[in-house]
């Protein structure tokens, strides 16, 4: 059987998506692979439809115009109203983001936020304390989900989408940056171009688990890391994920030689009470990658 080239793009497309998402999902069981697969099997090239009249606001107030519909490409993401919902946003990382994507592309690429809380004045609060003026869908009565039945696992609830809307990749930028590279790669028009090779080395961190007891509320922990380079080639920390938007890291922007260390600042902010147990994920050159370090606590 003969394919287009058009076939074999999309073939190619297909098998690296599933790559990066399969690596998302490397420490997971293999149940939570076999669903990723499944996702990008019922996912890639379906129609993601918007609602007739969708009426964008600035901080859940004041009513925007916000074109979208005719962009060569848009970036969806839907935050539901199930689990934390400052750690799902993550206001600080998407304006990195937009502003990444932004500096790179010579079209404009849209950022389409669907948010559907149970309360309001969660997402206004969130997006006042963190000055994210980026325009935002208010899906108070769950339509946008109700026309597309989204899954229920928040990593593919961010999608890529071309001008008609399909689905070109799915996954979410802020929680994995192949994930990011895979939406920049395919908006720059190099779907299957291959990467040239990055020079691996050895890390270690003094600490993969904190527990900071017991704490008061608005009582600010901070905590001090080594990072050291146990390999022969320079480390790069690439980027780093937090799994709330109330920790806060650190992390050196230089490399950092073999033979030497570098520290890394982890704080966290408690804004309520009750245990806590968070993750923070480094992503650098080293073949351990990626680090994880576990947080965690009681807020009284």
């Not at 925007?64 to 839907?78: C, T």
């Not at 000055?131 to 899954?151: K, M, R, T, V």
């Not at 395919?186 to 020079?199: A, T």
């Amino acid at each position: 059987m003969a394919y287009s080239d058009r076939s074999i793009m999309l073939l190619n497309l297909r098998h690296l998506i599933l790559l990066v998402v399969l690596g998302m999902l490397a420490s997971c069981k293999s149940s939570s692979s076999n669903d990723a697969v499944r996702i990008v099997g019922e996912w890639q090239g379906k129609e993601v439809v918007f609602p007739n009249n969708p009426v964008f606001t600035i901080f859940g107030q004041d009513t925007v115009d916000f074109n979208f519909r005719e962009a060569d490409y848009k970036v969806v993401s839907y935050v539901d109203s199930v689990g934390c919902v400052s750690c799902k946003l993550q206001l600080d990382r998407w304006k990195n983001i937009i502003h990444r994507i932004d500096s790179v592309s010579a079209v404009r690429v849209p950022f389409v936020f669907v948010f559907s809380p149970d309360k309001l004045r969660d997402v206004m609060y969130a997006t006042k304390s963190g000055g994210f003026d980026y325009p935002i869908l208010l899906d108070l009565q769950g339509e946008f989900n109700a026309l597309n039945h989204f899954p229920a696992n928040f990593n593919f609830q961010t999608m890529l989408l071309d001008k008609d809307n399909k689905v070109l990749a799915i996954g979410n930028p802020v929680q994995s940056p192949k994930v990011l590279e895979l939406y920049q790669s395919i908006i720059l028009g190099k779907d299957g171009e291959s990467k040239p090779q990055v020079s691996l080395t050895e890390a270690a961190i003094d600490q993969n688990t904190i527990d900071f007891g017991e704490i008061e509320i608005g009582n600010k922990q901070e905590t001090k890391l080594k990072l050291t380079n146990t390999g022969s080639k320079p480390l790069v920390v690439q980027d780093v994920v937090v799994s709330c938007g109330c920790t806060k890291v650190e992390y050196p922007r230089v490399p950092i030689m073999p033979g030497e260390a570098g520290e890394v600042v982890l704080s966290y902010d408690p804004d309520k009470k009750g245990a806590f147990h968070k993750t923070v994920t480094l992503y650098c050159n080293a073949k351990q990658s990626p680090l994880r370090i576990s947080v965690s606590g009681r807020v009284e």
